[in-house]
């Protein structure tokens, strides 16, 4: 018998094992999944949780349910991947593996910040890219009496490189629905040159800021955070003022890629682009967070590699060179407030484009372009998730490369600096 | 996409002055885009530069904070050699796609 062995039972991890079981042999290879944690958590849904949007119990799931039967579950810290032997150590448990795929994914750093976690973590700065962090936040946005928000992003590559602008558009509908909007000051700090960085987005999508009342200041780079003063501070002693910091703090893969030496400065591992193995090990292949391909970190790109991803361990296994086929395309709506939405398509070359999708000039949805039909798309998007998405069920018309039907390339950008 | 002379070369440039095609880039392109953007290039800047153009042939993602951990300076000092923008001016001297996000 062989054995292949998946770290990581979240969005990746999970799509894999229903992919890969039903196409390797049950006599010839055992698949275990391996993951420290009991629940399956859906994170976009932590983008809602705060505003009381969605509950507790829409954006969590026993992760079990969701692995095949004739996969070994096996709920244990993953201590070290030793590649040269072919072995992942667990807590009291040794694995061996013939092919390994890593979905360890990735998570906040706030230590990585001096003075982020102070005595107002929790207080007066939050996250919202963990379960625990939008709870806390829900909590101090219902007794919020208003003030100076910040909504900041430390640097990237984050997860979801678009949820803190959401999270500004949100928190702009809902202070108005609160009939509090007056009292409240939105500003998005961002260590890029602008909220939107790529030409045809500063040309589509400028004007949400402006309608919306939310400032914005660009390129800081933040180096600590005064917990006395209550201010953020940059590495030019730029200061911005705060009462309510919610801030995305680096990104990181998980310590055990690190602590294995298969990681790079943020622990994220080097990947082949185009075909998922991974850069120093035949054997090993990574997808979704856990990767540095300069792909968005998020499930819609997860969702493409995965398909790519499956291939590839069938032809490796059988001894078969590899397709070079995953583009980074990605796929993601992108709520405005107002109950409306966006949905952007790209890929690593090509800028998000106009046009419809996922027919070629009929939709129903608009790219690019804000609708009430991208919003209930988004939130259509969780019962795909949950039902569709994670079992590898192929999401109908939706291909893993990037489609140039019905289109349009030739927005005119404006000057951005 | 529009053609711009830098240094007596034509180079294709995108909307905001970044070179699109990084093989077209040499010292003398990095040394006049630095002077419209008020910087004197000295050896250290050279070496960020190299280190950032290397990073992306190997197809990596930049970020401040690697440039930090390359030995060849730490935060403050980038913010030293390229203020206000030390990502994206060093970007543009490089002759290397602008740091950005996915939209």
């Known amino acids: 018998m062989k054995n292949l062995v998946i770290l990581g039972a979240g969005t990746s991890g999970t799509m894999m094992a229903n992919h890969l079981r039903p196409k390797l042999y049950l006599n010839k290879w055992n698949i ?17 949780l705060p505003f009381d949007i969605y509950n507790e119990d829409q954006v969590k799931k026993v992760g079990k349910k969701f692995i095949p039967k004739d996969v070994k579950y096996i709920q244990k810290k993953i201590e070290k991947i030793i590649p040269e032997e072919n072995k992942v150590e667990l807590e009291g448990e040794t694995l061996k593996y013939d092919v390994l795929i890593i979905a360890t994914g990735c998570k906040i750093a706030p230590e990585e910040t001096n003075g982020l976690l102070g005595p107002l973590w929790k207080k007066d700065i939050f996250d919202f890219y963990t379960y625990e962090g939008s709870l806390a936040l829900r909590e101090k946005l219902r007794g919020w009496q208003g003030g100076k928000l910040l909504v900041h992003i430390t640097e990237m590559p984050i997860k979801c490189p678009v949820a803190p602008l959401e999270f500004s558009f949100l928190a702009d509908t809902y202070f108005r629905e609160k009939g509090m909007r007056d009292k409240v000051d939105i500003t998005y700090v961002t260590p890029l040159s ?30 600590h955070v005064d917990n006395d003063t209550k201010e953020i ?49 035949e054997n090993i292949f990574v997808i979704g967070d856990a990767t540095n391909v300069p792909a968005s970190k998020a499930g819609s790109v997860a969702h493409f590699e995965a398909e790519t991803l499956t291939d590839n361990i069938l032809l490796y296994i059988d001894g078969f060179p590899l397709k070079k086929e995953f583009d980074g395309h990605a796929n993601c709506f992108i709520e405005t407030g107002n109950n409306k939405a966006l949905l952007i398509d790209f890929n690593y070359v090509t800028e998000p484009v106009h046009g419809k999708f996922p027919f070629a000039k009929v939709g129903p949805l608009s790219l690019l372009k804000e609708s009430v039909l991208n919003h209930w798309g988004k939130l259509a998007f969780r019962w795909i998730y949950w039902n569709m998405l994670l079992k590898g069920i192929a999401i109908p018309f939706v291909s893993r490369n990037m489609s140039f039907k019905g289109k349009v390339f030739d927005i005119k950008p404006e000057k951005n600096n | 996409m529009a053609v711009k002379t830098i240094a007596g070369v034509e180079v294709k440039v995108t909307e905001d002055g970044y070179l699109e095609d990084m093989t077209q880039w ?23 530069i190299n280190y950032l153009r290397d990073r992306t042939i190997a197809k990596e993602a930049l970020t401040i904070r690697s440039v930090g951990k390359s030995g060849i300076v730490d935060i403050k000092q980038l913010y030293e050699l390229f203020p206000k923008g030390p990502l994206k001016f060093s970007s543009k001297i490089a002759g290397i796609p602008k740091p950005t996000s996915c939209i």
Do not use: W
Not at chain 1, 199 to 222: H, M, S, V
């Open chain 1, 194 to 223: 602008g909220a939107f960085t790529k030409p045809t987005c500063t040309t589509a999508l400028n004007y949400l800021l402006q309608e919306k009342g939310i400032k914005i200041e660009t390129d800081f780079a933040i180096e």
């Open chain 1, 32 to 48: 275990t999944i391996v993951d420290q944690f009991k629940t399956h958590y859906y994170q976009p849904g932590f983008l809602f």
């Open chain 1, 233 to 281: 501070i940059d590495y030019e002693g730029r200061k911005i003022p705060f009462d309510l910091l919610v801030t995305i703090p680096t990104n990181m893969g998980d310590e055990v890629i690190g602590k294995s030496g298969l990681g790079d400065d943020l622990n994220f591992i080097p990947t082949d682009v185009n075909t998922l193995q991974s850069k120093a090990h």
């Open chain 2, 26 to 48: 040499n010292k003398e392109i990095a040394k006049e885009i630095a002077k419209e953007l008020n910087i004197d290039l000295t050896d250290k800047h050279f070496e960020v």
